[in-house]
């Protein structure tokens, strides 16, 4: 399979860079991804094929953090206009609308969709009940920068979250305390826990980190060839991706940081990457507006790409016969 080209499709629609994404989980209709832009107008698509389903309209300012609910039936985004909304994802109707003091930067659904986090450039997360969205929401406080990520955390008893202030931090729910923290030696610029929630991936500068989640311990660290905007581990453990400012997307063997492949798709800055749910592909998000989608298993035939035997005739490589793809873009 070594000698076929990744050929990724290509997601149009934003017009300013893309700065977050967020998987569904497999739903009885496939799964979902949801794209957060600069241009306030989060993209709802179906995730094996990168097809454009529908847009939420609302925002007044950058869309900086979104999220979808495990079934995809609800949509979550935070924005630079103060406000995190969350929406029907079926019908694309605003449900909610939580004004704050300052941008919301990432908003995160608990497992059962009842409860939705929102971190915010007050330093400050908060916990809003779904189904009494007029009661005051619980607010944890102790960060000392912006925060970047929160999410759920431990069955959902507990909240993870990172900020400008070089730290990554546990919340207990019940107690509003923060249990754990972890100091860094730069800002932390995207947190993502694993599939089984035993590791959780860390990008700071230009390393690349994982973590037990329960000992909070490094288990492993790489330092990549330009600084990472973020990374992601495969459902299956093996291999990670990563991508950040030389517009180029990486996959490593996670057991040796051996560089596996490398990419130049994007023509900006690669800003977010995440696998999806079934691990068969991987998308990334990048200041050029668009977004990828990569296959993991190149030449594997899976949503629009399909595998043929053809002949590759480029004057800059030998006429030989080889395995090539044939590739659709994304509508």
Not at 84 to 96: I, N, Q, Y
Not at 122 to 145: M, Q, W, Y
Not at 267 to 282: N, Q
Not at 312 to 319: C, L, Q
Request: charged share 20%.
């Amino acid at each position: 399979m070594s000698s076929l080209r990744q050929t990724p499709l290509t997601c149009s629609g934003h017009t300013r860079p893309v700065v977050h994404l967020s998987f569904s989980d497999v739903t009885e209709s496939g799964y979902y991804l949801i794209s957060a832009c600069k241009d306030g107008k989060p993209m709802l698509r179906q995730g094996d094929t990168g097809d454009w389903i529908g847009t939420f309209e609302g925002h007044k300012g950058a869309v900086w953090g979104v999220a979808l609910n495990s079934q995809a039936t609800r949509a979550a985004s935070g924005a630079a206009d103060f406000n995190a909304k969350v929406w029907d994802a079926l019908s694309g109707d605003e449900l909610h609308s939580f004004q704050h003091n300052h941008i919301v930067k990432c908003v995160d659904f608990s497992a059962d969709s009842s409860l939705f986090v929102t971190g915010s450039n007050e330093k400050l997360l908060r916990i809003f009940d779904l189904n009494k969205p007029e009661a005051d929401p619980t607010v944890f406080s102790g960060h000392t920068g912006g925060l970047k990520h929160v999410m759920f955390f431990r069955g959902g008893s507990q909240l993870l979250s990172c900020a400008d202030d070089k730290t990554i931090r546990v919340w207990d729910r019940s107690s509003g305390q923060e249990v754990q923290k972890v100091e860094l030696a730069a800002s932390p610029s995207s947190l993502e826990v694993s599939k089984d929630g035993s590791l959780m991936t860390v990008t700071h500068g230009n390393v690349v980190s994982f973590w037990d989640t329960e000992k909070f311990e490094k288990v492993k660290e790489f330092t990549m060839p330009t600084p990472v905007s973020s990374a992601s581990l495969h459902p299956d453990k093996t291999i990670f991706v990563c991508g950040g400012e030389d517009f180029k997307m990486y996959k490593f063997n996670y057991n040796t940081g051996v560089e596996i492949e490398s990419f130049k798709g994007h023509f900006g800055p690669v800003h977010c990457v995440r696998f999806s749910p079934d691990g068969e592909l991987y998308a990334s998000g990048s200041e050029d507006g668009t977004l990828r989608l990569w296959q993991t298993t190149v030449g594997k035939t899976y949503g629009l790409w399909k595998c043929v035997e053809a002949s590759i005739a480029n004057v800059t490589e030998p006429a030989t016969p080889a395995p090539t793809i044939q590739e659709v873009p994304a509508n």
